[in-house]
């Protein structure tokens, strides 16, 4: 199944010259939802993690069923000020602005095997934030997994110390 089939472009959405990659397209089909899903999870089984990280949004909407079949926790990070519990934030560049995510401090313990999931690859400074945050509390970045990879923005390279896999280049 080729799942960039299922990948809509906006474009100048949510700016002007952004090229969105619209996923809810391929979330709506059933084919296409389970495809990716269990090629990611498939992608990441041999990392052998015991937590999968989402990113909020949509990274919670991969991440969660990738978790479930692995068979790992699944852990959110998300936006400035939803986390309940005590947290550790990080402010980072964005392809289109910046932003600040928030984990639970006590979300991962020392030495856990942990693998980020998102949907989208660009710059790479979401991740890269993001595993700075889990290797702060301890965690042990086994893999990274996204569904869309826009190669022309190099993120791969940001992430270079990192096993990297991705469904769709575009
Ligand atoms: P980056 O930190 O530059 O790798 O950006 C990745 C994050 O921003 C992911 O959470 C994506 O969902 C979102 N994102 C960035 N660029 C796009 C794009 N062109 N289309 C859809 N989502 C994007």
Redesign the pocket.
């Known amino acids: 199944m080729d799942l960039a089939q299922y990948i809509r472009n906006i474009p100048d959405f949510p700016t002007r010259g952004?090229?969105?990659?619209?996923?809810t397209t391929l979330l709506k089909n059933r084919e296409a939802f389970r495809e990716a899903i269990d090629r990611l999870a498939e992608a990441l089984r041999t990392a052998n993690p015991d937590l999968v990280v989402g990113?909020e949004a949509?990274?919670f909407i991969i991440g969660a069923p990738v978790a479930y079949i692995l068979g790992c926790g699944f852990v959110p990070v998300r936006k400035k000020g939803k986390l309940p519990a005590a947290t550790l934030s990080k402010t980072?560049?964005?392809?289109?602005g910046s932003a600040t995510l928030e984990i639970h401090r006590d979300a991962i313990e020392a030495g856990q095997r942990v693998v980020v999931v998102?949907?989208?690859?660009?710059?790479?400074?979401?991740?890269?934030?993001v595993c700075e945050m889990v290797e702060e509390l301890g965690g042990n970045i086994v893999g990274i997994g996204f569904v869309?990879e826009?190669e022309s923005?190099r993120?791969r390279e940001r992430l270079k110390q990192y096993p990297v896999v991705s469904l769709v280049r575009l």
């Open positions: 952004i090229q969105f990659k619209d996923i990113i949509r990274g980072y560049e964005l392809e289109y998102d949907d989208l690859l660009a710059t790479g400074g979401t991740t890269k934030a869309i826009l923005l993120g």
